[in-house]
């Protein structure tokens, strides 16, 4: 609850929040793991003089699989585990949008330590978000992502959001479709390319399938984002026959074939479009004029001579770079490879030759049967989103791990990402207030999505207009406690940041109520 005010709400736990006036105080149970006797004692301390506040921190922790804020109970995302201290990584957050696992499901930027910058639950649970990452647009950063239900393949759409965590926009495909979860890619150009799947009726008796079948069509769109115009459609089945495919007709003629599963979308260094389809084993460089397709890398039809080590399985996530090579997520078959890894290939178009230029594998032996990606970053390090296992891992140009952690092991992200971000929450910091040690208060401070801030600052006083510093704590994570003792009536707190200037003040929580 935001907003101008005074006074407490009670809520789960037993906190005092700061919201609507008039609430008792109620005792807290260890709700956050934070025993006040476990603590630094105190007791015995000299009584407070008159007027005087004590401030210090506390060491909290959310035991169990996922994360719980005495100030933002309403938050509760999986927690991570960091396998241990980042070194020599790239700057920037880590950009996850974990799934079924326990928590909540929603887009969450992550720090180096595992701790949750921003969480956005998604209120419906039938829906999952997935995509999530940082992007351009009309010449500034946004976050966006695809939100919507799926199975193999999804139905709904993108979300951008500003650095104060607004919406920007949200986009749909077009034509009477439903973009895929697969990509959202926004391009120089502020439009978005997208990947849809298309049911459509379709005889497959020659295939050894029903006469009265339904192809499940893979389709790329390029849509304008302020007006939601389709201003190029890519369908595979005009491109690429069936005879491509490594998939089985569906054992249930009512399901689908998915022959293609298009799995990603990139802008290549000319202009064109790199396509690469899971089941095919390939990758397609697309005209982006025409629609026709100008090679294949990889699969039954590759236009390429596939060198040692550059043949994929069940594939994610082509992309080029700028020194000519293209990555790819290769997952493997769940039956015939040991591990999944990330391939970056030197993809000669003189020569019509492919090349292993590099593998990164996971020291320990991930296999990932879907999903996926791998993001090379600005100083040559590659991120890395091991899919449908729990883990997004970190490494050098030259492949030496340099970060990993994992989520519990029942959830996933489709992809994961490190972006740089700066973000400013239109909000004010949320407060809540529970009994502490030596008959004090614990204060409980975050503010959801705001990545300058260094210092809490504890304000005390007898009325809204009497508040007055107190004493301040580093910021401890996504959520700080801070013990409290006091006469005062009222405590706020007020974020500061690396220069000591205020960033925003939560409402008071009267603690004498």
Known sequence: MKGKGLGAELTRGGFLRAAGAGAAWVALAGTLGCDPARQPDSAGAAPLRPGETTVRSLHTSSPGPTRIFGSRPDLNPPAIAVDGPAEGTAPGYIFVAPKKGPGQDGPMIVDNAGQPVWFRPLNNGAQDAMDFKAQRY???????????????YGWGEYVLLDENYREVARVRAGNGLYGDHHEFLITDEDTALITIYDEIPYDLSPYGGAADGTLAEGVVQEIDIETGEVLFEWRSLDHVPLEESHRDLPDDPANAHDYFHINSVAVDDDGDLLVSARVTFAVYKIDR??????????????????????????????????DGTITLFDNGGIYVSE???????????????????????????????????????????LFVGWGSEPVFSEFSADGELLFSARFPTEAESYRAFRHPWTGRPDTVPDLAAAPGPDGGVTLYASWNGATEVETWEVLAGPSVDGLEPAGSVPRSGFETAIAVRTGAALLAVRAL??????????RAVNIQA
Not at 302 to 314: I, K, P, Q, R, V
């Open 138 to 152: 009309k010449g500034r950063t946004v976050i966006t992502w695809w939100e919507g239900e799926h199975g193999a």
């Open 339 to 381: 591990q999944s890894r990330v391939v970056k290939i030197q993809a000669d178009t003189d020569e019509m030759s492919a090349t292993l230029a590099r593998e990164y594998t996971h020291p320990d032996g991930v296999l990932a049967a879907t999903q996926g990606n791998a993001q090379t970053l600005p100083n040559g390090n």
């Open 289 to 322: 004029r025409t629609g026709e397709v100008i090679w294949r890398l990889g699969g039954k039809n590759s236009d390429f001579e596939m060198g040692e080590g550059t043949e994929t399985l069940y594939q994610h996530d082509a992309r080029r770079h700028p």
């Open 497 to 506: 940041d690396g220069s000591g200037q205020g960033l925003g003040t939560s």
